[in-house]
Nanobody, 124 residues
Framework: HVQLVESGGGSVQAGGSLRLSCSAS????????MAWFRQAPGKEREGVAA???????SYADPVKGRFTISRDNAKKTVYLQMNNLQPKDTAAYYC???????????????????WGQGTQVTVS
């Protein structure tokens, strides 16, 4: 039984920082792709950042230069360091993991096998 447990969300003022964490328990195989998506009220879910097992990362344009994704393969944990947060970053953030491919997409959600429950980030 695979479970993703997220933590680190909260409320901050514009310009502040938060660090999200997501740990995958019960995942027997190595994880190819780990990613963060977000969904703002009234909007579709969108990819934020993804990282493969070699540490190669990709970012959505709105977060480039402000967010950093990283992972600890031994702990099967992915992190999202978010700096200079803006009100437009307010959303529920979801982590996702998958091993279907080493190509970690920010656009095709069906590439990911398991999803976290979401953690709220509110920027005012």
């Amino acid at each position: 039984h695979v479970q993703l447990v997220e933590s680190g969300g909260g409320s901050v003022q514009a310009g502040g920082s938060l660090r999200l964490s997501c740990s995958a328990s019960g995942y027997g195989a190595s994880i190819s792709c780990m990613a963060w998506f977000r969904q703002a009220p009234g909007k579709e879910r969108e990819g934020v950042a993804a990282i493969d097992s070699d540490g190669i990362a990709s970012y959505a344009d709105p977060v480039k230069g402000r967010f950093t994704i990283s992972r600890d393969n031994a702990k099967k944990t992915v992190y999202l360091q978010m700096n200079n947060l803006q009100p437009k970053d307010t959303a529920a953030y979801y982590c996702a993991v998958g091993s279907q491919s080493q190509i970690c997409s920010l656009y095709y959600e069906d590439r990911y096998d398991y999803w976290g429950q979401g953690t709220q980030v509110t920027v005012s």
